[in-house]
């Protein structure tokens, strides 16, 4: 039986790869701009630990993920001690400001919101990589007695112990000396505790570890709460800055990883890629969000948690989800037949796609539905941020039926067999108005290891608002590629264009790629010696500049250079 329970989204936040609020995540979205890039050596040395053999030991296979971008902390401005901020986790600080701009948002009056009533639930797993990166200094010791075992029958006592001191300098030197703030500071549970310190919030704060159902599975918490009456307002979301070589590798051994691709929902899906972020929802109930005046983003109408039970830990389970589902639509009031816009779990694995497909339909066709809902992924735009992933996809929704626009899915191109042929209750968003004579309403899931299953419905609060004309002219700007020019006086001044071009195309994000091409397009092509790439990816045309350049190099000139089918998909002649 449904419980009435109406729970207002009055505030979002959110840093995200290329998106430092949900404005700007929206109209990624609508663009169909995605942040994958060549992992950065500051994050994942490729060098070190990128081999594309699955096999190698201790090697990932995939060197793409999506990293934030042009985010900074000042520890000053926020009145934090240096040695606190430098001894701490940076999903402290990332999670601090997020809840920040939430409730700016929000616009929460504090005049009149008793912080005795306000809590904070996060979802995050496994901390962070920063965190992991200081346990290695607590392991000196047990490298040190390795390398005196190692050393032993080679160098003499003070050879020896020279050599051991010089290592351990230069191992310990990255790492800050650990000090009082060192172990609050890289706790999961603090997390929460430091926004709720912040601002003095009084009602309960904790972290919760769903793996990648987090995010989700606080803001149910969160629900509850408001719902039981224990909070006026709670903030709720989750935080995941994890991209070393333990998520990495980790994920390469599972074979989970997309080795060329992240498609959610495509029949040539072949894995994740990882993202990192940070995303934060203020709510209230709906009664206490109108008495206050707080405008409201969108109702959750219902919510539902299950386990997979005696399922696979690392493989989903279709009864499992299906089960949160029905617990879900039985809390709403209202079946799935109703949700015009879901956005799913949707990491394009062979394996979890399909499973997600089948339950959907199977619970449509439980309530014989036969009217259609568009499903997407924002996985395929800023990669898998796992605990923080179920909350981006809710910010995703919620702006969807504010805006009354169906959010379009990129990536898929045929969809996955699961959904069937022809196409009927289920299919992948192309994205456009979202015309509807009835009540919006949109759902999202999101799933973790360990058979975490957690699903979320939201309806609309404005019925008779309409599209931006704007947003909409958004969904068709994006284009499969990228055309890259150059001109140049001479091919020596070509070759060293494409020389400065190159270190450029290693380091972008496949977004960035439209806007390099659109700053080439426009500085003016006058040169008599001209090239012209046509360019999907920033790392084919890093291929292509290299073969550029190498043929340059040789003296040829440039219609000699004229060779498509290698990725040169057009270099023009001397005028």
């Not at 691709?261 to 972020?277: N, S, V």
């Not at 639509?329 to 394996?351: C, L, M, N, R």
């Not at 910010?395 to 990536?411: D, G, S, W």
Request: glycine share 10%; proline share 5%; aromatic share 8%.
């Amino acid at each position: 039986m449904s419980s009435n329970a109406s729970i207002a989204v009055i505030g979002m936040g959110c840093v995200y790869p290329g998106a430092l609020n949900p404005e700007t995540l929206w109209e990624n979205i609508l663009a169909g701009r995605r942040y994958f890039r060549i992992s950065p050596d500051e994050r994942l040395p490729n060098q070190y630990y990128f081999d594309p053999d699955p096999e190698v030991l201790g090697k990932t296979y995939c060197n793409r993920m999506a990293v934030i971008d042009g985010w900074s902390f000042d520890p000053i401005k926020w009145k934090i001690p240096p040695i606190t901020y430098n001894q701490s986790e940076i999903v402290h600080w990332l999670s601090l400001h997020t809840a920040s701009e939430a409730l700016k948002a929000a616009k929460i009056d504090f005049d009149k919101t008793d912080k005795r009533r306000v809590g904070v639930v996060l979802g995050n797993s496994g901390i962070g990589e920063f965190h992991r990166s200081y346990l290695l200094r607590n392991r000196w010791p047990f490298v040190e007695r390795a390398m005196r075992r190692a050393l032993g029958k080679t160098y003499s006592g003070k050879d020896s112990d020279a050599l051991v001191e010089a290592v351990r300098h230069y191992y310990e030197s990255p790492f800050p000396e650990l000090r009082e703030d060192h172990l609050s500071g890289n706790m999961a549970n603090v997390i929460a505790g430091r926004i709720a310190n912040y601002y003095d919030f009084r009602s309960a704060s904790y972290t919760v570890d769903g793996a990648c159902a987090s995010s989700l599975l606080a803001v149910i918490n969160a629900c509850g709460h408001l719902e039981s009456g224990d909070m006026d307002v709670a903030l709720a979301g989750g935080v995941d800055i994890s991209l070393d070589p333990l998520e990495m590798v980790g994920f390469a051994k599972t074979q989970a990883l997309a080795k060329q691709d992240i498609r959610p929902y495509d029949d040539q899906a072949q894995g994740i890629q990882t993202g990192e972020g940070c995303g934060i929802v203020v709510l209230s109930t709906e009664a206490y969000a109108r008495q206050q005046g707080y405008h409201i983003h969108a109702l959750i109408k219902g919510w539902g948690i299950s386990s997979d039970g005696s399922g696979g830990i690392t493989q989903p389970k279709k009864e499992g989800q299906k089960y949160a589902l029905e617990k879900t639509y039985q809390k709403a009031g209202y079946d799935i037949s109703t949700v015009g816009y879901i956005e799913g779990h949707g990491t394009g694995t062979p394996v979890g796609d399909p499973v997600e497909i089948k339950a959907l339909m199977e619970s449509q066709a439980e309530v014989k539905s036969e009217n259609t809902c568009h499903i997407g992924s924002i996985k395929a735009n800023i990669g898998h941020t796992k605990a923080a992933a179920g909350v981006a996809g809710l910010i995703k929704a919620t702006m969807a039926l504010e805006r009354k626009i169906l959010p379009p899915h990129v990536t898929w191109r045929k969809p996955n067999p699961a959904f069937g042929t022809p196409l009927t209750t289920l299919r992948p968003s192309q994205g456009g108005p979202w015309k509807s004579s009835a009540i919006r309403r949109a759902s999202i899931s999101a799933f973790g290891f360990g058979g975490a299953n957690t699903h979320v419905t939201l309806q609309e609060m404005e019925p008779e608002k309409a599209a931006m004309a704007s947003e909409l002219e958004l969904i068709g700007s994006h284009q499969e590629s990228e055309l890259i020019l150059l001109s140049a006086r001479s091919p020596r001044e070509l070759k060293e264009k494409a020389e400065r071009l190159l270190p450029v195309a290693q380091r972008i994000c496949q977004a960035e790629l439209i806007d390099l091409s659109a700053a080439l397009a426009k500085a003016g092509h006058n040169g008599k010696f001209r090239a012209a790439l046509i360019s999907e990816t920033p790392w084919q045309l890093a291929n292509q500049l290299h073969r550029l350049i190498n043929r340059l190099s040789e003296g040829l000139t440039l219609d000699e250079i004229h060779t498509p089918q290698e990725g040169l998909n057009t270099a023009e002649a001397r005028d």
